[in-house]
């Protein structure tokens, strides 16, 4: 082997992973949560002003003396797990293939604030549907990546990872390097956004792409409620809410990532505060606690790997990246995208695509689909912002169904 083929090697090698979090890292977690110097509080606000004092006490007092964080690193480490180096950036992820010989690839996406243990309790019934009593369902061979500054793809080597074309871009690869050249995507949250850049970039090896919960992007205009069937009001002025009242994690992140990533990476309840205020808001909203929608130890797993890989700063500098791009996206847009000339040839269709709309979202066909592109569009009564975790059935059958299919 030359010099050179042996560094494309190295370059290119998938190494096998465990997550092992160092012992003194629970004791400081421990320390800290003991340490807390909390604030005031007005009475009567409720979650009006932000997560309220007396439940988050008590929820980080469980984080630091009922919570088993070895239990669940050991859930995890039950999944095959890896790391490979992408465009100088390391990508850690899950890859549990199916018993099945006719499964079909799919890569699953997660958004922020979470990770790859959001899709824990559906890798099962995709990848073995026979031993979950579907025989005749879709089999999956699952890849499960985090994201570029998530969890363990920690660190963020350099700026640009904020753009989602070229995490797509890497994800795409991921799926090359590990033999699949034809492959299914389903994503939420900035995930979707992945799985809709892949349908542009890689259309011919993408069998079809699935999304949960695509909205409005936040900061743009409130949305007009003329004309509007009653669910879709009901959405809408959820929207416009939040448009209002919920954004201010993001006018931070995606403009001082560097003075709130002090906060997160120094304190355990700040970054607890932080997570669990998006659980509360962004779960299905007949829930009235983030653990009526989401299992209490799951969200602790999910804040724990933000806290052990500072993720907390990290992701802010995503973010704001990310906006960095869609400024430059939309300045464009409105200028037309430059010339066009006649002789251009059309842009070939792409690969089907899904969309799956839980409780919680946003999501309104006529203003996200309006010339109706999706050969697919499904809307729930239950379920939010992360349906693998809130309703891992639901989101099952919807995968079987879009991509059953497919081939």
């Given at each position: 082997?030359?010099?050179?083929?042996?560094?494309?090697?190295?370059?290119?090698?998938?190494?096998?992973?465990?997550?092992?979090?160092?012992?003194?890292?629970?004791?400081?977690?421990?320390?800290?949560?003991?340490?807390?110097?909390?604030?005031?509080?007005?009475?009567?606000?409720?979650?009006?002003?932000?997560?309220?004092?007396?439940?988050?006490?008590?929820?980080?007092?469980?984080?630091?003396?009922?919570?088993?964080?070895?239990?669940?690193?050991?859930r995890i480490n039950t999944f095959p797990q890896f790391t490979t180096s992408i465009d100088g950036q390391t990508f850690h992820f899950l890859h549990v293939r199916s018993p099945e010989p006719d499964a079909l690839p799919l890569l699953l996406t997660h958004g922020w604030p979470s990770g790859p243990v959001e899709y824990l309790d559906v890798i099962g019934e995709l990848t073995d549907p026979r031993a979950h009593g579907a025989?005749?369902?879709?089999?999956?061979?699952?890849?499960?990546?985090?994201?570029?500054?998530?969890?363990?793809?920690?660190?963020?080597?350099?700026?640009?990872?904020?753009?989602?074309?070229?995490?797509?871009?890497?994800?795409?690869?991921?799926?090359?390097?590990?033999?699949?050249?034809?492959?299914?995507?389903?994503?939420?949250?900035?995930?979707?956004?992945?799985?809709?850049?892949?349908?542009?970039?890689?259309?011919?090896?993408?069998?079809?792409?699935?999304?949960?919960?695509?909205?409005?992007?936040?900061?743009?205009?409130?949305?007009?409620?003329?004309?509007?069937?009653?669910?879709?009001?009901?959405?809408?002025?959820?929207?416009?809410?939040?448009?209002?009242?919920?954004?201010?994690?993001?006018?931070?992140?995606?403009?001082?990532?560097?003075?709130?990533?002090?906060?997160?990476?120094?304190?355990?309840?700040?970054?607890?505060?932080?997570?669990?205020?998006k659980f509360q808001e962004w779960t299905d909203p007949t829930k009235a606690l983030p653990e009526d929608a989401v299992d209490r130890d799951r969200l602790l797993t999910t804040v724990s790997i933000f806290w052990f890989t500072g993720s907390g700063a990290a992701t802010a500098h995503i973010l704001y990246e990310g906006m960095q791009d869609y400024r430059q996206f939309a300045a464009q847009a409105a200028s037309g995208w430059?010339?066009?000339?006649?002789?251009?040839?059309?842009?070939?269709?792409?690969?089907?695509?899904?969309?799956?709309?839980?409780?919680?979202?946003?999501?309104?066909?006529?203003?996200?689909?309006?010339?109706?592109?999706?050969?697919?569009?499904?809307?729930?009564?239950?379920?939010?912002?992360?349906?693998?975790?809130?309703?891992?059935?639901?989101?099952?059958?919807?995968?079987?169904?879009?991509?059953?299919?497919?081939?």
């Amino acid at each position: 082997m030359t010099a050179d083929a042996a560094t494309d090697e190295v370059a290119t090698a998938i190494t096998p992973f465990r997550i092992d979090v160092p012992q003194q890292a629970l004791d400081d977690l421990r320390a800290r949560l003991a340490n807390t110097r909390w604030p005031g509080e007005p009475a009567g606000n409720g979650w009006s002003r932000g997560v309220p004092l007396d439940y988050l006490r008590e929820l980080a007092e469980y984080w630091r003396s009922g919570f088993d964080w070895r239990a669940h690193e050991a859930r995890i480490n039950t999944f095959p797990q890896f790391t490979t180096s992408i465009d100088g950036q390391t990508f850690h992820f899950l890859h549990v293939r199916s018993p099945e010989p006719d499964a079909l690839p799919l890569l699953l996406t997660h958004g922020w604030p979470s990770g790859p243990v959001e899709y824990l309790d559906v890798i099962g019934e995709l990848t073995d549907p026979r031993a979950h009593g579907a025989p005749d369902a879709r089999a999956f061979h699952l890849v499960i990546p985090s994201l570029p500054g998530f969890g363990f793809s920690q660190p963020v080597d350099g700026p640009g990872w904020g753009g989602l074309f070229r995490v797509a871009g890497a994800l795409d690869e991921l799926m090359r390097r590990l033999g699949y050249d034809r492959y299914a995507a389903h994503g939420s949250d900035m995930g979707a956004g992945i799985v809709g850049m892949l349908g542009m970039l890689a259309p011919h090896r993408l069998v079809g792409s699935h999304v949960a919960g695509p909205g409005p992007f936040p900061l743009g205009p409130a949305l007009d409620l003329d004309g509007l069937s009653e669910s879709d009001r009901e959405r809408a002025e959820r929207f416009n809410t939040f448009r209002e009242f919920g954004t201010g994690y993001l006018q931070i992140q995606s403009t001082r990532p560097q003075t709130i990533g002090y906060a997160l990476n120094d304190s355990p309840v700040g970054q607890l505060a932080w997570i669990t205020e998006k659980f509360q808001e962004w779960t299905d909203p007949t829930k009235a606690l983030p653990e009526d929608a989401v299992d209490r130890d799951r969200l602790l797993t999910t804040v724990s790997i933000f806290w052990f890989t500072g993720s907390g700063a990290a992701t802010a500098h995503i973010l704001y990246e990310g906006m960095q791009d869609y400024r430059q996206f939309a300045a464009q847009a409105a200028s037309g995208w430059g010339e066009s000339t006649s002789d251009a040839p059309p842009a070939p269709p792409g690969p089907p695509s899904g969309v799956a709309v839980f409780a919680a979202d946003h999501s309104i066909r006529s203003v996200i689909d309006p010339g109706g592109q999706h050969s697919h569009w499904a809307e729930y009564d239950s379920g939010g912002h992360f349906p693998a975790m809130e309703t891992p059935e639901l989101l099952v059958g919807e995968l079987r169904t879009f991509f059953g299919p497919l081939a």
